[in-house]
Nanobody
Framework: QVRLVESGGGLVQAGGSLRLSCAASGRTFSQYTMGWFRQAPGKERDFVAAISWSGSSSTLYADSVKGRFTISRDNAKNTVYLQMNSLKPEDTAVYYC????????????????????WGQGTQVTVSS
């Protein structure tokens, strides 16, 4: 049973920073690509960033967050992080981490259909 638990969300002013964490359990974390997604009220869940099993040398970002967000992982702690800088009101959403059974030894992917394990989400609110 894969379990993903996000933390680190909160309320921040525009221009501020937050770091999200996702603690994973239930499988060999270090072998799987991990992703972050977000869902704003009334909108579909969107890809944010992904990192391969090999770490920061292989990452993928949505254009909307490139240069502001950084995904990283600590395989010793079974944790993936999302450092979010220069936050904007349009970054307001529930943020989810995810992984999938088909993502073992797989490059980072923005394909939502490849992710079949999801956390409960953490709310990020950016005020203007």
């Amino acid at each position: 049973q894969v379990r993903l638990v996000e933390s680190g969300g909160g309320l921040v002013q525009a221009g501020g920073s937050l770091r999200l964490s996702c603690a994973a359990s239930g499988r060999t974390f270090s072998q799987y690509t991990m992703g972050w997604f977000r869902q704003a009220p009334g909108k579909e869940r969107d890809f944010v960033a992904a990192i391969s099993w090999s770490g920061s040398s292989s990452t993928l970002y949505a254009d909307s967050v490139k240069g502001r967000f950084t995904i990283s992982r600590d395989n010793a702690k079974n944790t993936v992080y999302l450092q979010m800088n220069s936050l904007k009101p349009e970054d307001t959403a529930v943020y989810y981490c995810a992984t999938g059974g088909s993502l073992r030894w797989f490059p980072p992917s923005l394909d939502t259909s490849k992710y079949d394990y999801w956390g409960q989400g953490t709310q990020v609110t950016v005020s203007s």
